[in-house]
């Protein structure tokens, strides 16, 4: 934590839908507070909201904010608006950016299917009952970050180039933050790569198999990427904890995050050595329903219970959330895209205050 006793939080709303839902979540924040729990707020830019303002997607203030703080909570970046911005200057830059100057390099992204939103899963609900499964994605390394990276003409004919690369000590770490997690669940740990095509993932792969010394109450495996995927389609309930790549975790969890019903429910967290983290759902800015009061805030509200169990030492109060998020769905609460003919759907705002109203009583309790 940072040198003051009281934990900071930086609050990067961004583009699209992330004012909106984060505007839930730290309502969510504020019950904490009324009932004791001692947070420090403080507002930065980020995105298409920071190049507005400042003409860059991650401005020097921001960094300094965010290396001041004990964690960051981030709505979403990016919007069509965009899109004949230079590369360097584009929304997404900043939060690329911004992982890499805190060195987030471990990014958790759990799966857990509520039960009260089964019929809401893309697959049949035997299939996805009990889903409960954690992919662990590098996230400062790979193809993502790689240099040499480019665009040219070459005898005028064009072409573009990327550069997957890891060495050793980045496998290294993201193995091991894997292993411990598979430790306090069902210790069982697949990784995932390439490594019949890839000289990148034969690497990745051996020295997961020699972290894996290090931790032999853990069962490990092996998967390749393109097999990983089907499998989380037809049997994802066989998985605990899955390891990869940046590339391969990016399309990975997005795929796991349908299994539960919606992208709009699935919280993440990206931390650095020392647990210093970044908080956010993983769903994109959605700028096609931005400023219409529908989106789904419980992946940010989610989030916020990540933060406090993994960089600010409130686990108790992270359980309370997550148990007022249950009580709101079981009381019949469900925004536009949880929602079925059996239910109608409830404004963001009405959300996050359902689950505030119910986050009050747990504290109270």
């Given at each position: 934590?940072?040198?003051?006793?009281?934990?900071?939080?930086?609050?990067?709303?961004?583009?699209?839908?992330?004012?909106?839902?984060?505007?839930?979540?730290?309502?969510?924040?504020?019950?904490?507070?009324?009932?004791?729990?001692?947070?420090?707020?403080?507002?930065?830019?980020?995105?298409?909201?920071?190049?507005?303002?400042?003409?860059?997607?991650?401005?020097?203030?921001?960094?300094?904010?965010?290396?001041?703080?004990?964690?960051?909570?981030?709505?979403?970046?990016?919007?069509?608006?965009?899109?004949?911005?230079?590369?360097?200057?584009?929304?997404?830059?900043?939060?690329?950016?911004?992982?890499?100057?805190?060195?987030?390099?471990?990014?958790?992204?759990?799966?857990?299917?509520?039960?009260?939103?089964?019929?809401?899963?893309?697959?049949?609900?035997?299939?996805?009952?009990?889903?409960?499964?954690?992919?662990?994605?590098?996230?400062?390394?790979?193809?993502?970050?790689?240099?040499?990276?480019?665009?040219?003409?070459?005898?005028?004919?064009?072409?573009?180039?990327?550069?997957?690369?890891?060495?050793?000590?980045?496998?290294?770490?993201?193995?091991?933050?894997?292993?411990?997690?598979?430790?306090?669940?069902?210790?069982?740990?697949?990784?995932?790569?390439?490594?019949?095509?890839?000289?990148?993932?034969?690497?990745?792969?051996?020295?997961?198999?020699?972290?894996?010394?290090?931790?032999?109450?853990?069962?490990?495996?092996?998967?390749?990427?393109?097999?990983?995927?089907?499998?989380?389609?037809?049997?994802?309930?066989?998985?605990?904890?899955?390891?990869?790549?940046?590339?391969?975790?990016?399309?990975?969890?997005?795929?796991?995050?349908?299994?539960?019903?919606?992208?709009?429910?699935?919280?993440?967290?990206?931390?650095?050595?020392?647990?210093?983290?970044?908080?956010?759902?993983?769903?994109?800015?959605a700028p096609d329903i931005a400023g219409k009061n529908i989106a789904n805030p419980l992946a940010t509200i989610l989030s916020v219970a990540m933060m406090l169990r993994y960089s600010l030492n409130h686990a108790v109060e992270a359980d309370k959330i997550e148990q007022a998020v249950v009580m709101t769905l079981q009381q019949g609460m469900r925004t536009q895209d949880i929602s079925d003919s059996g239910n109608n759907a409830v404004s963001t705002q009405e959300m996050g205050d359902a689950v505030v109203k119910n986050l009050q009583q747990l504290m109270s309790a």
């Amino acid at each position: 934590m940072t040198n003051s006793n009281i934990p900071k939080i930086l609050v990067l709303p961004g583009d699209g839908i992330g004012p909106e839902i984060v505007n839930e979540a730290v309502k969510v924040i504020g019950c904490l507070r009324e009932h004791g729990v001692t947070l420090e707020l403080q507002n930065g830019l980020i995105g298409g909201a920071a190049y507005d303002e400042t003409h860059s997607p991650l401005p020097a203030e921001t960094i300094a904010q965010a290396e001041a703080c004990d964690a960051v909570l981030l709505g979403a970046v990016g919007g069509p608006q965009y899109d004949g911005v230079e590369r360097h200057l584009r929304p997404e830059q900043g939060l690329l950016d911004i992982r890499a100057e805190l060195n987030l390099f471990a990014n958790l992204r759990p799966a857990l299917l509520y039960a009260q939103l089964a019929s809401a899963s893309s697959l049949k609900p035997e299939l996805v009952s009990d889903l409960d499964l954690l992919i662990v994605r590098e996230l400062t390394g790979g193809i993502y970050f790689g240099q040499p990276r480019a665009q040219e003409v070459q005898n005028n004919i064009r072409r573009a180039y990327n550069t997957m690369i890891y060495d050793e000590n980045e496998i290294r770490r993201i193995a091991h933050v894997a292993f411990a997690a598979a430790q306090k669940r069902d210790k069982r740990l697949c990784s995932v790569d390439k490594a019949n095509v890839l000289e990148v993932s034969l690497l990745w792969r051996e020295v997961v198999e020699e972290v894996h010394k290090e931790y032999s109450d853990v069962e490990l495996s092996h998967m390749y990427v393109d097999n990983a995927a089907m499998q989380l389609v037809r049997a994802p309930k066989q998985f605990d904890v899955m390891v990869t790549s940046n590339l391969f975790g990016d399309i990975l969890s997005d795929a796991a995050a349908m299994l539960t019903g919606s992208i709009g429910m699935l919280p993440s967290a990206s931390l650095n050595e020392n647990n210093k983290g970044m908080y956010e759902p993983i769903h994109g800015s959605a700028p096609d329903i931005a400023g219409k009061n529908i989106a789904n805030p419980l992946a940010t509200i989610l989030s916020v219970a990540m933060m406090l169990r993994y960089s600010l030492n409130h686990a108790v109060e992270a359980d309370k959330i997550e148990q007022a998020v249950v009580m709101t769905l079981q009381q019949g609460m469900r925004t536009q895209d949880i929602s079925d003919s059996g239910n109608n759907a409830v404004s963001t705002q009405e959300m996050g205050d359902a689950v505030v109203k119910n986050l009050q009583q747990l504290m109270s309790a």
